[in-house]
């Protein structure tokens, strides 16, 4: 069973450079989710199996709820040991960038990564990706997880089955970026978690580790910002939740806790635009979600410096918490006169 979202060039390349290679590398974004854990762990699992010696690298530290993916510890959090992440860089022959689409979405794990010389291979479901720094691009944007791309790839080699510890993290990858099969879910989407079932992933296991395991404080933060700080703009169809670093603190926010709440605006009738700002660092993170074709990867860029998938972006902002409120209904008022004159 194969999907032919590459072509067999594409594959036979991929299949080349592994085989060449010993020493892998496997990367993915800051703020990792379970689409890039997921994806990170089934390519380590994957190439260890193929004879490899993998070692995943991510920026910062994935949230709690994700690490029953990495149940050694395995992972190698650049933040916490540059040293020691910076030298497996150094010293790898083969480098794969998993669920991002510019090099600028691993900080400062960038600045390694462009300095070495081996092989680089990007698989990848975002628009424009970015292709110069790579030997190999595999991307596919249409596509809602990158879970699902790495199974459409694994698939394609008749004999190499998929075992089921490759499958679960493959699971997870697609059952968090469609959340919960509900965004961008494609009929191949539903053969490879039918598959994927078959194989031995216990799908209510999975469910109810990545799903039911929000703490108290969580929950309760949820039905704060819903009902004091969540700004409802029906003649926009829009609606946006402020998360203040203050509100944070009261319900000992960790990260990963906002998880899943920029969808809820979406829930009440007549809002197609969401949006949540979380006050962090000096940074204002930004998380835009779609329930129509307006698209936020084209206001993400242009106002938030950001971008990610039509449906679903992000981006930062460098302005007092107190302005971000104003600045979303001025950049939404030009993105929606823009999208009624048909350029968004
Ligand atoms: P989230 O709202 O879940 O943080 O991000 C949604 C999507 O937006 C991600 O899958 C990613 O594609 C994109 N995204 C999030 N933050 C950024 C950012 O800072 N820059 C860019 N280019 N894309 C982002
Ligand atoms: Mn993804």
Known sequence: MMKDFFSKEQIDRFYELISAANEVVILSHTNPDGDAVGSVVAMKRFLVLEGKKPTVI????????????DPEGEIIVYK???KMAESYVRSCDLILALDFNQLSRIDDVERVVRKSLSPKVLIDHHPSP????????????????????????FSSCKERAIPVDVAEPLYVGMMTDTNNFANSVLASTFRM????????VDKEKLQHLVFGGFSESRMRLMGYLLSEKMTVLPEME????????????????AEGDSEGFVNIPLSIKGI?????????EGVVRVSLRSANDFSVN???????????????????????????????????????????????
Not at 130 to 153: A, G, H, K, M, Q
């Open 298 to 344: 084209k206001m993400a860029r242009r106002f938030f410096n950001g971008g990610g998938h039509e449906r679903a972006s992000g981006g930062k902002l460098f302005i007092p918490f107190g302005k971000v409120a104003d600045y979303f209904v001025e950049s939404l008022t030009k993105s929606i006169e823009e999208y009624r004159n048909g350029k968004n």
């Open 272 to 280: 197609n635009i969401s949006a949540l700002f979380t006050e962090s």
């Open 193 to 200: 978690a039918s598959d994927l079932i078959g194989k031995g």
């Open 238 to 253: 829009a609606g946006f939740i402020m998360l203040s670093k203050e509100d944070q603190e009261k319900f000992s926010f």
């Open 58 to 69: 991510i920026p910062n530290r994935h949230p709690d709820y994700l690490s029953f993916l």
């Open 80 to 82: 916490e040991n540059k």
């Open 130 to 153: 970015e292709r110069e720094p790579f030997d190999l691009v595999l991307s596919e944007t249409e596509i809602s997880s990158n879970c699902e791309l790495l199974y459409w790839l």
